[in-house]
């Protein structure tokens, strides 16, 4: 379990990242914060598209970006924050989860790295932050475990 000033930094992280969410079509921005086995922490936020089925979650970006770096296998925890833009500020302090999508996106990060990788739902402005396994948001999960990669 993650300690208070390092939760503290993965949301303080996706805060950040959230501020530059592209999403120009729902207006809500989230940003995502990934911790690595070494200390590393890897932003992303949401990706919008024209064509809305397109867009890409905050998360999906900052785990495709960890596995961009060959870090997927190091992945300890993710802090995931979101809101509703007003007057150009992230804002609402109701804790954010990962969509369905996204909890199958870290499972394949956990089941590589072999460890139930800690999922941080925090909002923009509030205190509270939830926090979970992912094994808890993803329970009897396919992954690469069935298919022998993992
Ligand atoms: N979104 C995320 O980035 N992560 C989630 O887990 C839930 C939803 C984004 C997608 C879309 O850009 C916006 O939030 C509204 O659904």
Redesign the pocket.
Known sequence: MLDDDLKARLIDVARDAATR?Y?P??N???G?AVLLTDGTIVAG????NASYGL???????ALATTSSAGRLADVVAIG?I?GAIRGGKVTGNEP????G??RQVINEAAQIGHRDVEILCGSAEGDLVTRHLCSDLLPHAFGPADLGVA
């Open positions: 969410a999403a079509y729902s809500f921005a989230v995502a936020a949401n990706f919008e867009s890409l979650c905050a998360e999906t970006v995931v979101g954010i989860s990962p969509c999508r996204c």
